[in-house]
T-cell receptor
């Protein structure tokens, strides 16, 4: 069955450092992969989408990589700030998929 | 621009009581609509999705049902709530042909 694994432990980093979050998937051949941010008590908010033919995607301080051979996506936040503290969810999907399956998320805390 | 409304924000219901959560979307036509549930500290579980009026797909057999009486309205219901129905319920929409899902603010349901 399809499985998505994100960093099982919460991630604490110091302000100014780069945070790296991992999303591994099995029994998938996704055409694209999305990353969302969720704050406590709120709905997830879309951040980035990367397609299978793209190695890397950037948006301001965010960078996503997609390695279809390793079946892995990495999500980086450079120059992290306490405001980046949240749970980050990944969602790989096939091109024809009407629904998304989300990973359980990684809780990131950026310490001042 | 598109907006999604979900209400109520919080709800406390006794076991055995009925439930009705409503979600409406503005600024788009024929959206795909979704209901998710998120248990405390857990990932998103897709409950139902709909690609059109009266068209409902159920992902998880449970004590809940969904209906789509209008193009931009999606309702989650239960005839008799169970303790296990407690959780954070999220409605989301996706544009036809699009990949990104947009979430509402969520309803925190406590069944006591």
């Amino acid at each position: 069955s399809q499985k998505i694994e994100q960093n099982s432990e919460a991630l604490n980093i110091q302000e100014g450092k780069t945070a790296t979050l991992t999303c591994n998937y099995t029994n998938y051949s996704p055409a694209y992969l999305q990353w969302y941010r969720q704050d406590p008590g709120r709905g997830p908010v879309f951040l980035l989408l990367i397609r299978e033919n793209e190695k890397e995607k950037r948006k301001e301080r965010l960078k996503v990589t997609f390695d279809t051979t390793l079946k892995q996506s990495l999500f980086h936040i450079t120059a992290s700030q306490p405001a980046d503290s949240a749970t980050y969810l990944c969602a790989p999907a096939s091109g024809s998929a009407r629904q998304l399956t989300f990973g359980s998320g990684t809780q990131l805390t950026v310490l001042p | 621009s598109q907006t999604i409304h979900q209400w109520p924000a919080t709800l406390v219901q006794p076991v055995g009581s009925p439930l009705s959560l409503e979600c409406t979307v503005e600024g788009t036509s024929n959206p795909n609509l979704y209901w998710y549930r998120q248990a405390a500290g857990r990932g998103l579980q897709l409950l139902f999705y709909s690609v059109g009026i009266g068209q409902i797909s159920s992902e998880v057999p449970q004590n809940l049902s969904a209906s789509r009486p209008q193009d931009r309205q999606f309702i989650l219901s239960s005839k008799k709530l169970l303790l296990s129905d407690s959780g954070f319920y999220l409605c989301a929409w996706r544009g036809t042909g699009g990949n990104i899902q947009y979430f509402g603010a969520g309803t925190r349901l406590s069944v006591l």
